[in-house]
């Protein structure tokens, strides 16, 4: 990150720091609404499943706990489309099915903390990373519950349930999946989240009123991954980018049909160099980037991911996601509206449908490096399973997949249009 961009970063996130009394500044009560838009649960009820239960993060990671959710999900059973081909697997750009162990990162001693500066967050230094406690973030978000038990930890409220484990770098948000860069630890009576990770995600989801870089839009820059001779992930039933760009054109209708407009980076099944891409977005006014992407792996994986740029100091979540993004990117000038964006698609697609939740990651793509917009990338399936190939062949499941990626869009819209 240049200079000047982190001092930018810093003005950002000084503003909302203005001293005030804990609480006042939060003003979470007027906020849940708008968390759960991120969260894609509209109502004021908790989760259908776990609100009670012990935590349990890693129930998803097999790929067999499909009947999470499953009161409030819609069972998905399609036949592939008409024009459906076979072809050979193999890895594609994004291919990866292990998140290999996290590298040291920075300390994250850089990283301004929510709120007042100097008020609830007691830091502490363990190993080189800074961490907080969660009993500062119960009092700090106004969780009327804090619960403990020396590995699993709940903070609850009536609309928002967070769950983590010590060792886990795991963390549910009302049955969502985040990656956070760095495990939870353990430490007397409450959990430690890095410091990092309590300003760079937990925070801009919490409070999502709060989030200053991410300014009005009303285009979508609708990136299809790959196309022409790269072909991307080689599934079951076809190749990768042209699911991409199914999807595209059924999101750029879903878009469209909810007053927004639409860009598409490649319109047909041409080759766009990746520069080109970002640069399509970064020239076009009030926009977010969208980049949809199939992904592939051994034939058991499933699921749905989706990527934020990783913030400074943080670790990819993937093997080949860029390892620490030691000096800062361009697109991390929008490091809260990122994650928001994020939060808010992925939510609406793993809490509608019963698909497998991979999880909120992180990785340095080179689309969201470069990019002066918020945006995102969405991996919506494993051509390279059977089952999810099934789905994804169908026109049916790419409608469906696009009309809950474009009300993540308007939720996330109406909830930084709060804060502006
Ligand atoms: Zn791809």
Redesign the pocket.
């Known amino acids: 990150m240049s200079r000047s961009s982190a001092a930018a970063i810093c003005a950002l996130l000084c503003m909302i720091q203005a001293p005030s009394p804990l609480g006042a500044d939060v003003k979470l009560p007027g906020t849940r609404g708008l968390v759960q838009r991120l969260l894609g649960n509209g109502g004021d009820s908790p989760p259908a499943q776990n609100s009670g239960g012990s935590p349990s993060p890693k129930a998803n990671d097999s790929g067999t706990d499909k009947s999470a959710g499953s009161k409030t999900r819609q069972k998905i059973t399609l036949s592939p489309g008409s024009g459906a081909m076979r072809s050979s697997s193999g890895s594609?750009?994004?291919s990866q099915d292990q998140d290999p162990g996290k590298v040291a990162g920075s300390s994250g001693a850089e990283v301004p903390l929510p709120g007042n500066q100097s008020g609830p967050w007691q830091v502490r230094v363990r190993g080189s990373r800074h961490y907080v406690g969660s009993v500062d973030m119960q009092r700090f978000y106004q969780f009327p519950s804090h619960q403990f038990d020396g590995k699993h930890l709940w903070l609850r409220s009536p609309s928002i349930i967070l769950k983590a484990s010590v060792g886990s770098s795991e963390l549910l948000l009302n049955n969502v999946k985040f990656i956070l860069s760095f495990p939870v630890l353990g430490e007397g009576d409450q959990a430690l989240f890095s410091r990092l990770d309590l300003s760079k995600l937990i925070d801009p989801v919490l409070r999502p009123t709060h989030i200053t870089d991410g300014s009005a839009f009303d285009t979508v820059v609708v990136d299809a991954?790959?196309g022409g001779h790269d072909v991307?992930?080689r599934g079951v039933y076809g190749y990768?980018k042209n699911y991409?760009l199914q999807l595209s054109e059924a999101l750029r209708e879903a878009l469209q049909t909810r007053g927004l407009k639409v860009l598409l980076s490649r319109p047909g099944d041409e080759f766009v160099t990746l520069t080109r891409r970002v640069a399509i977005a970064n020239q076009t006014p009030r926009c977010i980037f969208i980049s949809l992407?199939?992904n592939s792996g051994g034939s058991s994986a499933t699921g749905i991911e989706t990527f934020a740029l990783t913030p400074q100091g943080g670790a990819a979540s993937l093997e080949r996601g860029g390892g620490v993004n030691w000096s800062g990117l361009v697109g991390n000038s929008h490091d809260s509206a990122n994650i928001a964006l994020a939060t808010a698609v992925h939510a609406q697609v793993v809490s509608r449908f019963r698909l497998v939740d991979r999880g909120i990651k992180r990785a340095q793509w080179s689309v969201l490096s470069g990019c002066t917009r918020p945006g995102i990338l969405f991996e919506g399936g494993f051509v390279t399973n059977r089952e999810d190939g099934l789905r994804i062949a169908s026109p049916s499941y790419q409608r469906m997949i696009a009309n809950a990626i474009a009300d993540g869009i308007m939720n996330y819209r109406k909830a930084l249009s709060r804060a502006r």
């Open positions: 594609g750009e994004f991954g790959h991307g992930a990768e991409a992407h199939f």
